[in-house]
């Protein structure tokens, strides 16, 4: 997968965006639109976000993980060609 350089990459667990008061689908919303506002800094993203989704102690295990790609010399960057085998990466 491309993404170009300065993009937004979020990996969550569904404890931030489904429970019991909220469903998957209005969860997503809230995240999309608490991650929508461009220059903030990662760390304000996710507190915005976390703040939106749990605003109460949450019943459920909730983590949230943001990068922002950016560009790389040729000198910081490694390529290695792996078999699509589990084995092949210990």
């Known amino acids: 997968m491309t993404l170009p350089?300065?993009?937004?990459?979020g990996l969550y667990t569904d404890?931030?965006?489904?429970s019991r008061r909220l469903?998957?689908?209005v969860g997503l919303d809230m995240l999309c639109g608490a991650l929508n506002t461009p220059g903030d800094s990662l760390?304000?993203?996710c507190d915005r976000a976390v703040a939106a989704l749990l605003p109460d102690r949450p019943?459920?295990?909730?983590?949230?993980f943001l990068v922002r790609s950016r560009r790389l010399d040729?000198?910081?960057?490694?390529?290695?060609?792996i078999q699509p085998e589990p084995a092949a990466v210990a």
């Open 5 to 9: 350089e300065g993009s937004l990459l």
């Open 15 to 18: 404890g931030l965006v489904e």
């Open 23 to 25: 469903g998957i689908d």
């Open 43 to 45: 760390e304000t993203l």
């Open 59 to 64: 019943a459920d295990d909730a983590a949230l």
């Open 74 to 81: 040729a000198g910081r960057v490694a390529v290695w060609d």
